[in-house]
Structures are given as C-alpha cells and as structure tokens.
C-alpha cells in the first residue's frame, strides 16, 4: 500500500524553528517528485513547496521562500520540510504529497494525513 | 504571479449537471495542465481529474474536465449528481516562470 505518514508538527513560538518529516512506502520513492502543501482548517490548500526525483530542481511559494528548506534523502525514502523564522500565519494542516511523475509540475496522486504546526506564543 | 480563480461555491440539484470553472490570471492557461482534486471534510484531497481532462482511476464517468483557451480558463462538469458529490473542489496548474505549483480558491459543491 502505497503510504505517506507525516510527523514533527506541534506548537511552535513565532521565530523559532520546526523540522517536518514524511516516510514513505509502498512505492520507489526516488522515482518521484514530492510536494509539501498546507491547509488552514476551514481554508484552501496552499502549495508550500516542491522538490524533484533527484533535488535538482525546487521550487517555494513566496510565503515561505528563504525560510523554509526542502529536503529528501532517497536511500531514507524520507522528505522534509525545515520551518525556521515561523510566523502565526504558517499555523495550518501540512499535507505531504506524492506526484505522479519525477519532476512536480504534474498532479499529486498520494497525500499523507497531515502534520499540524501551530505558531502562537 | 499566476493565479487561479474559481467560485466560492455552487449548488445544484441530484441529478442534474454542474459546472464549476477555473480562470487563469494571466498567459494561458493551456500552457500547461489543470488538474481538479476533491476534498471532502475531514479528509485529504484526491484527484478527480488530471491533465485537463483526464479521470482519476475509480472516478466515474459523470466527472469530466475541460479547457477553454479563449476564456483562459478550465471548468470541471460533473453530471447526474449525486449527494456523495458534495464537496469541496480544487483547481491545480503549475506557474512556469516562477516555478510554483498554483492552487485555485476552492469551490464549495451543495447537492441539495
């Protein structure tokens, strides 16, 4: 069964820093692009960032870009998602996301269940 | 940057046929792929619809997408509704120049 298990989130103070991580299985996770993606309950989904097969190419949406790092380590089928000067406007859902092809431009096909990161003092 | 516009919600009666459109901000929007997901309270998205017009495996037939380039935007239509349709819809696409993946505001689907 193809699985994207989520982990890391909690309450967090504004300026301080948060370390995502997702573990994958069921599928060859360094064939494929992933995708870090947030949700304020009772809001839209709000991509946060994405990273292809092999690192070479990543991407961030401007709300986060020089803040937040992305990271996988293939042989670990691990991806992460470094959270550093948090603001309470990060507070949200965090999903982990699997794309369908090695390079994120194509569509999800597997989301976790979410990692929930609360920024408050 | 390149944004994605969508109602805030629609509604319709079972049995009958909605569409919910998807407008691009700028350029085109055939420039690259829509993709539709559906979320339902509680749940994680799920993709409904994939390069345009592509269905998801296990989604009905009633579910179909489309792209209109001269209104540069995309629309997904789902037909004979039904209240297990209720749900929350999201248009997806990708911004080349940026890089970033872009997603639409969400539409609200009432089957009532």
């Known amino acids: 069964e193809v699985q994207l298990v989520e982990s890391g989130g909690g309450l967090e103070q504004p300026g301080r820093s948060l370390r995502l991580s997702c573990v994958a299985s069921g599928f060859n996770f360094e064939e494929y692009a992933m995708q870090w993606v947030r949700q304020v309950p009772g809001k839209g989904l709000e991509w946060v960032s994405g990273i292809n097969w092999n690192s070479d190419t990543i991407g961030y949406a401007d709300s986060v870009k020089g803040r937040f790092t992305i990271s996988r380590d293939n042989a670990k089928n691990l991806l992460n998602l470094q959270m550093n000067s948090l603001k309470p406007e990060d507070t949200a859902l965090y999903y982990c996301?699997?794309?369908?092809?090695?390079?994120?431009?194509?569509?999800?096909?597997?989301w976790g269940k979410g990692t929930t990161v609360t920024v408050s003092s | 940057n390149f944004m994605l516009t969508q109602p805030h919600s629609v509604s319709e009666s079972p049995g009958k046929t909605v569409t919910i459109s998807c407008t691009g901000s700028s350029g085109h929007i055939a420039s690259n792929f829509v993709q539709w997901y559906q979320q339902r309270p509680g749940s994680a998205p799920t993709i409904v619809i994939y390069d345009d017009n592509r269905r998801a495996s296990g989604v009905p037939d009633r579910f179909s997408g489309s792209i209109d380039s001269p209104s540069n935007s995309a629309s997904l239509t789902i037909s004979r509704l039904k209240t297990e349709d209720e749900a929350e819809y999201y248009c997806q696409s990708f911004d080349s120049e940026n890089l970033h993946v872009v997603f639409g505001g969400g539409t609200k689907l009432t089957v009532l």
């Open positions: 996301a699997k794309t369908n092809k090695n390079n994120y431009e194509h569509y999800i096909d597997v």
